[in-house]
């Protein structure tokens, strides 16, 4: 499987953007989909991560209601849209895919990883 992030940028600090992720293969509906994110100096953290019918989302508590992540199994496709961005939602946001049917906010329970998209938000 191979994913490819898009859609980072740079944003003033209220605004928005929404990131893609890609996936390769015939097989996305398998796989329950999540977004993590690195700042500088900073360890990889958990945002949010959706299960394989997209029914049921699940966010860290720093970006909820902030941020929405949705799925389109038809065009193996995962999204992040976000909101009322602040200088502290400036990292590299990173897609990845987990094989089982759980749902989870540990970085080492996923499988696949995209190669990462900027985000930086200006204050």
């Known amino acids: 499987v191979q994913l490819q992030a898009s859609g980072g940028g740079l944003v003033q600090a209220g605004g928005s953007l929404r990131l893609s992720c890609a996936t390769s293969?015939?097989?996305?509906?398998?796989?329950?989909m999540g977004w993590f994110r690195q700042a500088p100096g900073k360890e990889r953290e958990f945002v949010a991560a959706v299960t394989r019918s997209g029914r049921s989302p699940y966010y860290s508590d720093a970006v909820k209601g902030r941020f929405t992540i949705s799925r389109d199994n038809a065009e193996n496709t995962v999204y992040l849209q976000m909101n009322s961005l602040k200088p502290e939602d400036t990292a590299v946001y990173y897609c990845?895919?987990?094989?089982?049917?759980?749902?989870?906010?540990?970085?080492?329970?996923?499988?696949?990883w995209g190669q990462g998209t900027q985000v930086t938000v200006s204050s």
């Open positions: 293969g015939r097989t996305f509906s398998s796989y329950v």
């Open positions: 990845a895919a987990r094989t089982t049917t759980w749902i989870s906010g540990r970085d080492d329970a996923y499988d696949y």
